[in-house]
């Protein structure tokens, strides 16, 4: 892969591409749909994983059948962008759970951030009483998703 810094060979690739498909696979199925031994495959694994490739592994769960029924998609602009207010808004953003995925963006709005609640009413709340308070905000604009067609975590690997 150009540009990361780090040498990703095609063997590596398809090692990247079946633990995104399924990352409870052993390492001796990994190393059978590889075509290696298990022993360079597992170091293969360990080499990605310390390079920061792989950062970690994880279940993934149904928000609705957990109970969140809602995703939104807020905007944030702050009130000035010195790094003290910068570090506060992000701090605090990295404390709330609900905050599931949170990027700071170029354009008319300083940071998108993807939330999850159960329902309408604690959305709400949530943003009246903890997202609104976190000091430098400015602005929000929220939008609500009405259908969820794609979410996926898994990278295009090629």
């Not at 808004?89 to 995925?101: T, Y």
Request: proline fraction near 4%; charge should be neutral; include cysteine.
């Amino acid at each position: 892969m150009s540009g990361t810094g780090v040498d990703i060979d095609p063997t590596d690739r398809k090692i990247l591409q079946i633990i995104q498909d399924n990352g409870r696979l052993s390492n001796a199925e990994i190393a059978e749909k590889v075509s290696l031994s298990p022993s360079p495959c597992w170091k293969r694994l360990r080499r990605l994983e310390s390079e920061g490739v792989i950062r970690g592994y994880q279940a993934t769960l149904d928000r609705r059948l957990l109970g969140f029924g809602v995703v939104a998609f807020v905007n944030i602009s702050l009130d000035n962008h010195t790094e003290k207010t910068c570090r506060a808004f992000e701090a605090g953003v990295l404390a709330m759970p609900e905050v599931i995925s949170c990027h700071n963006t170029t354009g008319a709005h300083d940071y998108l951030l993807q939330i999850i609640a159960e329902d309408f009413d604690s959305y709400s709340e949530f943003v009246l009483n903890r997202l609104r308070t976190i000091p430098g905000v400015k602005e929000m604009l929220s939008t609500l998703s009405m259908r969820e067609l794609k979410s996926s975590l898994k990278l295009p690997i090629k």
